[in-house]
């Protein structure tokens, strides 16, 4: 049986990861391979990379320590951040990614997911949306959640796997930072509107969070944290137990 | 020297790493030179089959690839590369494989359950049906690696190593004598990967 993933978040600038609550307020965490690999050992099933530099030099950087990452580690490395174009998709593929996640560059540019799923396949394609209520309507933010879209999010998703994006990591920005639990009710409504894996990110504070996840919507394929991660109050293969403990399929070891 | 073949399709930074970090001397190399003066050769691919097989066919390399097998020399096709071992593949159509282990493609569709998603793709256990081929002498019953796929070998019960379940048992792994294929990619399944990737630099020829 395919077992949930775990994946840590790792956001990069100028080569170090951050992460802040509700995408302000930065706070250096530690270098990328070092905990590349720290998660790697114990246990994660995937990595993501997010590039939040904007400079050209922070660009460079950050393909240097992707090009380290995946010449040191193992498992599937996704990459965001950035990418705007076809040639966005190769630069980090030539760098070692194996999917590669879309966001603003995907509302920007409305052919982007069509295009790089047929030149690198839907599995390579990973849709990342942030996702926040306004006046309990589900609307698509970019930016960085900084910038309403207008959009409506379960069309625009449905829209996107239509098009050949292979995954789904709905962000809540709703949840995100908060510590209290990921948006089940958001992340119902992805599931039900479309049939490839649904990444659950934004919330999770605790492990018991991921346990619900997993027990309340069986659909969701993964779970994706931060700084609970970086900060060491869930260690990955505590919560891999205890989700066995649950029932729920995991690899462990 | 382990030779990968690099016939343009897909990245091969990871796989090439990853028997680097096992101390497997690897060469990547579109040269039938290197593939023929290599102890063993290993066939990547993502993607189509149509498309990857016919640039493997343009890049003549099809044909040194089956000498190189049928002269006994080990050879390890990956994930797209396990499927073009086979005689044919039903992916878009019919296409021609490299006929090296009898069987053929078909869609995953075909035979799970219609809620189950498609592509198959994630960490999976790993089942050996009682004896456990060499390539799997560092692994225990059950060792989770990494799939991505949307068709699977099928018609080849006697060349089938290792299953994975998924609905039903898809064929994971096949061997016959010295060719043997990988559904999933060891290069990405963590430490139980490179140990399979070990194994198979450590074979015999």
Known sequence: ?253 | MIAIVDYGVGNLFSLRSSLVAVGAEVVVTDDPCVLRAADKIILPGVGAFEDAARKLRESGLDTVVIEEAKKGKPLLGICLGMQMLFDRSYEYGEHRGLGLVPGSVRPIADVIPADLKIPHIGWNALHFGGKKHPLFRYLNEGDHVYFVHSYYAAECEESVIATAEYGAPLTAAVARGNVMGCQFHPEKSGRVGLSILRAFAETEE
């Open chain 1, 1 to 253: 049986m395919i077992t949930k993933r775990i994946i840590p978040c790792l956001d990069v600038k100028n080569g170090r990861v951050v992460k802040g609550v509700n995408f302000e307020g930065l706070n250096d965490v530690s270098g990328p391979v070092e905990l590349a690999k720290f998660y790697s050992d114990c246990g994660a099933d995937e990595l993501v990379f997010y590039d939040i530099t904007a400079s050209a030099e922070g660009r460079a950087l950050f393909t240097d320590i992707l090009t380290e990452v995946a010449s040191e580690i193992f498992i599937p490395l996704t990459v965001g951040g950035g990418i705007n174009s076809l040639s966005d998709f190769d630069r980090v593929l030539k760098c070692g990614a194996d999917k590669v996640s879309v966001n603003s560059g995907a509302i920007r540019n409305r052919d982007l997911v069509r295009e790089a799923a047929k030149r690198y396949g839907d599995q390579c394609v990973v849709l990342s949306v942030d996702v926040k209520r306004v006046n309990g309507v589900f609307r698509v933010f970019a930016k960085g959640g900084r910038e309403n879209t207008g959009m409506e999010a379960i069309e625009w998703i449905r829209r996107c796997v239509g098009e050949g994006a292979g995954e789904v990591v709905v962000n809540s920005i709703d949840t995100d930072g908060v510590k209290n639990g990921f948006d089940l009710p958001m992340l119902k409504a992805v599931c039900d509107a479309v049939s490839v894996p649904v990444i659950a990110s934004g919330g999770a504070g605790s492990i018991r969070h991921f346990v619900d996840l997993f027990s309340t919507l069986p659909q969701v394929d993964a779970g994706l944290a931060a700084s609970i991660f970086h900060f060491r109050e869930v260690a990955i293969e505590e919560l891999k137990q205890e989700l066995r403990a649950h029932d729920i399929p995991v690899r462990l070891g």
